[in-house]
């Protein structure tokens, strides 16, 4: 039974993105974000059945981290439309429907435990600041490329810096809440492991980009620099992952 509303709850927050993607698409934005606040109620009750197989909270491996996504892209499309005048409602739901397809992708894994490792105070408020974190910025990336497009190009521009504002603190909090965690668990806050040092490339990059958004001169580096920290990203969070070679300290998350 439980398997059966694991599966029915993560196509129906995928199906409800990507209409709520086409609504925003063709611009009927009002009935857009109707569907994507049920896709996010989908998205609340998959985390709860997550939360009762798994038996502690759902971010132990990639499936249920890829299933938290929609979850946060709802919320944080709200908070960009209201606060900061940017309707992303497109982007945030196309975000959401390619973590879920992603997380449709991935074994289910439904009798995981949490290994030791990973029963630490630091364990969810460290994933929790990726997985917004890395929301936010996909959710740039695909502004950035939407401002290749001649018309709207420097708002979708601004609109992507905004996101990336967003982001960078919560990538900061997930860079050293990582390093205080390894600290209590291996006793040393940095080992360089493949992971790490792609997650500090990934931060640098983003570094460069505000250092070079500051000065006029180099502002046509902004989307090249949001594009290349997305694809870093993408390297740290599935590609460090799910290569077979790859060997890493933190393969339980795999």
């Not at 199906?15 to 009002?30: Q, S, T």
Request: charged share 10%.
């Amino acid at each position: 039974m439980m398997i059966t509303l694991v599966y029915a709850c993560s196509i129906g927050v995928l199906l409800m993105a990507l209409v709520a993607w086409a609504y925003a698409v063709f611009g009927k934005r009002e009935m857009a974000r109707g569907i994507l606040f049920g896709c996010w109620v989908a998205a609340l009750a998959l985390f709860v059945v997550n939360w009762l197989l798994a038996q502690a909270v759902p971010f132990g491996n990639m499936r249920q981290v890829l299933s938290f996504f929609p979850l946060v892209s709802v919320p944080a499309a709200v908070y960009m439309r209201r606060w900061r005048g940017a309707d992303l409602t497109a982007h945030f739901a196309a975000v959401a429907a390619f973590s879920m397809l992603g997380a449709l992708c991935m074994p289910l894994q439904a009798t995981w435990r949490q290994m030791p490792a990973l029963q630490s105070p630091w364990f969810v408020p460290h994933v929790t600041s990726y997985v917004i974190a890395y929301g936010f910025l996909a959710v740039s990336a695909f502004a950035a490329l939407a401002s290749l497009s001649k018309k709207h190009a420097e708002i979708r521009m601004r609109a992507a810096d905004e996101v990336v504002s967003l982001a960078f603190p919560f990538l900061t909090f997930g860079l050293l809440s990582g390093a205080l965690w390894a600290d209590v668990a291996w006793a040393r806050y940095w080992a360089w492991d493949i992971k790490e040092a792609w997650a500090l490339i990934t931060w640098c990059v983003y570094l460069i980009y505000f250092h070079v958004r500051a000065n006029a001169n180099f502002a046509s580096w902004r989307r090249p620099l949001i594009l290349l920290g997305f694809v870093a990203v993408l390297i740290t969070f599935f590609v460090v992952n799910l290569m077979p070679a790859v060997q890493s300290i933190h393969s339980y998350a795999r």
